[in-house]
């Protein structure tokens, strides 16, 4: 069974940078396409940048496209989202999640999900 922890979240001021950890347990195929999602209250959980396992294409939302890097390593099972230039609008929940069949910005085809970890832009 696949397990996924997030890590470094925190407040940050607008501006400012973060970096994000997703440490995976459990078997991930390199078919896999390993995403960051977010979610801001009262607002529906969006794609935010994911990765395929194998080959390494990232893919961005448009919103924070050339601000957000994603990022991973096979050898270590772990999935980095590096934050730059950040902005209010990015505060949320960020979740990381794996599709064992490949690519999707679709949070309904992710197969398991981490539980999330804070992160709080201010102004």
């Known amino acids: 069974q696949v397990q996924l922890v997030e890590s470094g979240g925190g407040l940050v001021q607008v501006g400012g940078s973060l970096t994000l950890s997703c440490a995976a347990s459990?078997?991930?195929?390199?078919?896999?396409?390993m995403t960051w999602f977010r979610q801001a209250p009262g607002k529906e959980r969006e794609f935010v940048a994911g990765?395929?396992?194998?080959?390494?294409?990232?893919y961005y939302a448009d919103s924070v496209k050339g601000r957000f890097t994603i990022s991973r390593s096979n050898a270590e099972n772990t999935m980095t989202l590096q934050m730059n230039s950040l902005k209010p609008e990015d505060t949320g929940d960020y979740y990381c999640?794996?599709?064992?069949?490949?690519?999707?910005?679709?949070?309904?085809?992710?197969?398991?999900w981490g539980k999330g970890t804070l992160v709080t832009v201010s102004s």
């Open positions: 999640a794996v599709n064992r069949q490949g690519y999707s910005r679709e949070a309904r085809d992710m197969d398991h």
């Open positions: 459990g078997r991930i195929y390199s078919s896999a396409f």
């Open positions: 990765i395929r396992k194998g080959v390494g294409n990232t």
